[in-house]
C-alpha cells in the first residue's frame, strides 16, 4: 500500500512481533506508552542518531516506523527510503496499533497507553 504522497505504509494487522519497529515520537510520548520492543528515536533527533537504526536493525529485514497517528513516521519513511533502506510507514501509527489491542507499555514496562 502507498500513502497519499507515495510513502510506503503497512497496516498494523501486517505486523508480526518480530518485525523491527521504530517509533518516532518524542519522549513523553514514548514514556506514556509504545510497543514493547520498538527501538526509540525521536524525530527531532532523527538524523543525529541514524547510526542506532542502522546497528539495530535486522540485516534485510524491513523498518517499520510508527508515530502517533503517521505523519511524522510518514517522514522518517521518505528519508530511510532515499537512503536506500526498506522502509515502511505504519498506517495509523501507534492508535491504530493500540486500537487494534496490540500490547502498549510504559517506560518502566507496566501497561501504557497513547498520548
Known sequence: ??????????????????????????????????????????????????????????????????CRSGGRSAQVTMYLVQQGIDAVNVDGGMEAWAAAGRPVVDDKGQPGFVV
Open 1 to 66: 500500500m502507498v500513502f497519499g504522497s507515495g510513502v510506503p505504509t503497512v497496516g498494523v494487522d501486517a505486523l508480526s512481533d518480530s518485525d523491527f519497529l521504530v517509533d518516532v515520537r518524542e519522549d513523553d510520548e514514548w514514556q506514556a506508552g509504545h510497543a514493547e520492543k520498538a527501538l526509540h528515536i525521536p524525530i527531532s533527533e532523527f538524523i543525529a542518531r541514524y547510526g542506532e537504526l542502522t546497528e539495530a536493525a535486522p540485516q534485510d529485514a524491513r523498518v517499520n516506523v510508527i
